[in-house]
């Protein structure tokens, strides 16, 4: 019961961003120089009903700068799936509809926009649980990534040998089933799919989910050279903090439906109540943010 | 070996009527693969785009007509993606099962409203008179309607084609990843109200070649419609996702059902004809659920 000492903690942790400030460009010095300063993505103060009733997402924020990985943390049910799919508008297929806020994608309102002109735009998704073509072959499934492409088939032709250069598994079983394919050939095969599209923007859903260590750490790697060599900019939803503070710059903390807290991604690593409650690196059990005052004062502002 | 002609020609009669039950079992399987629908309306479709057929082509000359049909059954389509498909997306599949029973009822009223509901005589200019084939093999030879043997060259066109479509091109690669997964196929990119327009469009024209051919047989009129319930064994035999299965399922279908009429037939009584396809199919759902060539049902995800 030290609510006071750890109120008293969180102050001492490097800025964290406060919403809804006119400066939008990213604030700290530890953020990775080659980070440009155009904005990608900025989702202003979002609210998400699902059925007409269900307030799922109650005021979330947050920005994606070009060039860079932004992750969203947060438990099973946060939110953080329904914030990536009121971005690429896949929300309507579950009757669900973003009732207020504001989502740009390179300074354009883009939330009216249907899915697949957001694809054409340069924003797509890889939807949590893989969701490969089960009945269509790995390579199959890879070139209806690039549906929505005009520029010819020696240029789709050349991205399919492009995503066979980061992920070599996927040509070994370019002509199998995707359906047949194991858990992390899937994941591979569902990101090398929207890779297809040329995005300049990804929205990656819990890549690390059923996969062992290894593999999520393979595929981050992945990520990350795909964010270098291909100046792909990336936004990750994760359960698997740890692994995602390590490869994203930046990160925001989703509990129950709002941003609670976010900063550069080395900060929230040292952040002790991050520490505590989602890198399970404290003695004392999972508390919630919640319970914390100092946070408390912050959702206020949001 | 006297008895071998007639059982060749019920034989052959059975195949050429297994034919025209896959016509409309294509239909629902084409809804099927790409919207996940069982589409019940496809009966109705058929009798629909038979009786616009035949009633335009009283006051236009032919081909017009074919033409014409076509645009109409594309605006049907075009209508129930935009009235009934894209508000219910998203909704259990039993739901949409429901929202075509409601459009089977009201294309069947529609159609007789607007096109009449006597019975229709269809000339597709195709002889009458039966053709007798292997005159030399058989005493009296083997009788093989031409309307049949039309109706089989149609369809085995129409499913070459359909394959070709379906396996090489972009559009039905991307028909088939919508079958697969739906909001996978969105979140890529892929615009589901297009595929259903062009699918339903596709399911219509099928309806029509089916409504020609069935009409030219039995004349254009109400029982067009119930078809439909001829083509459910042979969508549970050939299974509900392959094309070819549904031509297949027919001709199993059509083949058996004469067969058993013609050698089980006289000892019971007859009558078998009528119930021995749903017998078939109910064994066929025991053993083999997704049919005979229906796409293996991948558990692992
Ligand atoms: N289609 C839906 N209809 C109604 N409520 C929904 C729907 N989808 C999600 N929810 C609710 O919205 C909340 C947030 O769900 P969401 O899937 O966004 O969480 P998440 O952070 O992605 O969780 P997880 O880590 O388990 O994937 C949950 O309480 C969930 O029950
Ligand atoms: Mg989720």
Redesign the pocket.
């Known amino acids: 019961m030290n609510l006071l000492g750890r109120g008293a903690l969180a102050p001492a942790v490097p800025v964290f961003r406060v919403f809804g400030a006119m400066n939008a460009r990213a604030p700290s010095a530890s953020l990775a120089p080659d980070v440009a300063s155009r904005t990608a993505l900025a989702v202003h103060n979002i609210e998400v009903v699902?059925?007409h009733v269900?307030l799922?997402l109650k005021g979330v924020s947050l920005e994606v700068p070009e060039g860079s990985i932004v992750t969203l943390l947060?438990?099973?049910?946060?939110?953080?799936?329904?914030?990536l799919?009121a971005i690429s508008n896949l929300l309507h297929a579950?009757?669900?509809e973003v009732t207020k806020g504001s989502i740009t994608f390179y300074g354009e309102e883009v939330h009216r926009l249907s899915p697949n002109e957001l694809v054409r735009r340069g924003c797509i998704q890889v939807m949590?649980g893989r969701r490969c073509f089960a009945h269509l072959t790995v390579e199959e499934n890879l070139l209806t990534g690039a549906f929505t492409r005009k520029d010819g088939r020696a240029a789709i032709q050349a991205d399919l040998e492009m995503v066979y250069s980061y992920f070599p598994r996927l040509k070994e079983r370019r002509r199998s089933l995707a359906g047949y394919t194991s858990g992390g050939e899937q994941q591979m095969c569902a990101i090398g799919r929207a890779l297809m599209a040329r995005p300049r923007l990804v929205l990656l859903?819990?890549p690390s989910m059923g996969l062992a260590p290894q593999l999520v750490e393979e595929i981050f790697e992945i990520v990350d050279q795909l964010n270098r060599n291909e100046k792909v900019t990336f936004l990750v939803?994760e359960?698997n903090t740890n692994v995602a503070l390590r490869y994203a710059r930046y990160g925001y903390i989703?509990e129950n439906?709002r941003v609670v807290l976010d900063g550069p991604a080395e900060a929230l690593r040292d952040n002790e109540d991050v520490k505590e409650f989602y890198l399970g690196l404290s003695a004392t059990g999972r508390k919630s943010f919640r319970d914390i005052k100092s946070y408390k004062r912050r959702k206020r502002w949001l | 070996m006297a008895e071998l002609g007639p059982v060749l020609e019920v034989f052959l009669g059975g195949l050429m009527s297994g034919v025209l039950y896959a016509l409309v079992a294509l239909g629902f399987v084409l809804i099927f693969k790409a919207s996940g629908v069982f589409n019940f309306a496809q009966g109705a479709m058929v009798l629909f785009a038979a009786l616009s057929l035949v009633r335009l082509s009283e006051w236009l000359p032919f081909g017009v007509a074919v033409l014409l049909t076509i645009a109409i059954m594309i605006a049907l389509a075009w209508a129930v993606e935009r009235l009934v498909l894209r508000p219910l997306v998203g909704q259990h599949g039993l739901i949409l099962f429901m929202a075509t029973i409601g459009v089977t009822f009201f294309l069947d009223g529609f159609g007789q409203t607007i096109w009449g509901s006597n019975v229709y005589q269809l000339d597709l200019g195709i002889p009458a008179s039966p053709w007798f084939l292997f005159e030399n093999l058989f005493p009296g030879g083997i009788l093989v309607s031409p309307i049949d043997v039309f109706a089989a060259v149609i369809a085995g066109t129409l499913v070459v084609a359909l394959s070709i479509f379906f396996h090489s091109t972009k559009i039905g690669r991307a028909l088939r990843a919508v079958a697969d997964d739906h909001q996978a196929a969105q979140s890529v990119g892929i615009p589901l109200n297009q595929i259903w327009l062009i699918v339903w469009s596709t399911a219509g024209i099928v309806a029509l070649v089916a409504g020609m051919a069935w009409g030219t047989k039995l004349g254009v009129q109400f029982s067009l419609s119930l078809i439909a319930l001829k083509a459910l064994p042979v969508l549970i035999l050939g299974g509900l996702t392959s094309i070819p299965g549904a031509i297949i399922g027919g001709l199993i279908i059509g083949a058996g059902e004469k067969l058993a009429e013609f050698y089980i037939g006289p000892l019971i009584g007859g009558g078998i004809e009528y119930w021995f396809a749903y017998v078939l199919a109910l064994a066929v759902l025991l053993v083999r659920p997704q049919g005979l060539f229906g796409e293996k049902i991948i558990e692992r995800v």
């Open positions: 699902y059925d269900v799922v947060g438990a099973n049910g946060a939110g953080k799936t329904t914030t799919k579950e009757r669900g949590e859903d819990e939803a359960q989703l439906g």
